[in-house]
Nanobody, 123 residues
Framework: QVQLVESGGGSVQAGGSLRLSCAVS????????MAWFRQAPGKEREGVAA???????TYADSVKGRFAISRDNAKNTLYLQMNSLKPEDTAMYHC?????????????????RGQGTQVTVFS
């Protein structure tokens, strides 16, 4: 079983930045593809970014150029650096892990997911 705990959310003015973290409890963290997805009230879940076991990254068009996903395998931690935040980025952000799915478009099928951290962007 893999447990994921997100942190780093908060309220920020539009144009600001936040860095999310996801602590992953597993002895095989390096074997997992990792991803971030978000869900706002009344909206469908949206894959945001993913990173595979080799460090390859994929991003949704809505965040490309503003968000950056990274992983520290020595610390079993996933990150999401979010810059130039917009009010439409407001959502609950979750991290997810899977051994076989590695793209943000596949996030609905990721096996393990965290409870999320809230990001609110105000104008």
């Amino acid at each position: 079983q893999v447990q994921l705990v997100e942190s780093g959310g908060g309220s920020v003015q539009a144009g600001g930045s936040l860095r999310l973290s996801c602590a992953v409890s597993t002895t095989h963290y390096g074997d997992y593809c990792m991803a971030w997805f978000r869900q706002a009230p009344g909206k469908e879940r949206e894959g945001v970014a993913a990173i595979d076991t080799y460090g390859g990254e994929t991003y949704a068009d809505s965040v490309k150029g503003r968000f950056a996903i990274s992983r520290d395998n020595a610390k079993n931690t996933l990150y999401l650096q979010m810059n130039s935040l917009k009010p439409e980025d407001t959502a609950m952000y979750h991290c997810a892990a899977d051994r076989f799915r590695c793209k943000y478009t596949q996030v609905a099928g990721f096996l393990f997911r965290g409870q999320g951290t809230q990001v609110t962007v105000f104008s």
